[in-house]
């Protein structure tokens, strides 16, 4: 994808301040981090949503992303991790590659990524429950 800049990076043609790289997927420090140690981990090959990957990839991804928590964890001696990914414009994805943040956290940082609260009516949990269990 010549437009993407997290291809860009793959490629050797940007910069990125490299933490981890295997051969299907690379980490590194967000530019602009949420907090220092703030790190992003993508695949290699490009696609623009998570949903898009294909299955027998999830698996890989999945444990280099955990890999990369566990060390991020470790080595900012975080109390604990934010582990998202925002897909799509109105989830808040401005790079549309497929990644995932990885965000130390600790005891009071004051960071807050709490969405608002919303309730159910009576009935509409079991409708819900349908609505979500007739498409998965």
Partial sequence: MEECIFCKIIEGKLPCWKVYEDKSHIAFLDLYPAVKGHVLVIPKKHY???SQIHHKEIGNFIEAVQKVAMGVKKAMKADGINVFL???K???Q???HAHFHI???YENDGINF???RDSYLDGEML???RK???SI
Avoid: C, K, Y
């Fill in 48 to 50: 623009a949503h998570f």
């Fill in 86 to 88: 925002n897909e799509g």
């Fill in 90 to 92: 109105a989830a808040g």
């Fill in 94 to 96: 401005i790079v549309f």
């Fill in 103 to 105: 965000i130390p956290r």
């Fill in 114 to 116: 709490s969405v608002g």
């Fill in 127 to 129: 409708m819900m429950q």
């Fill in 132 to 134: 979500l269990t007739d």
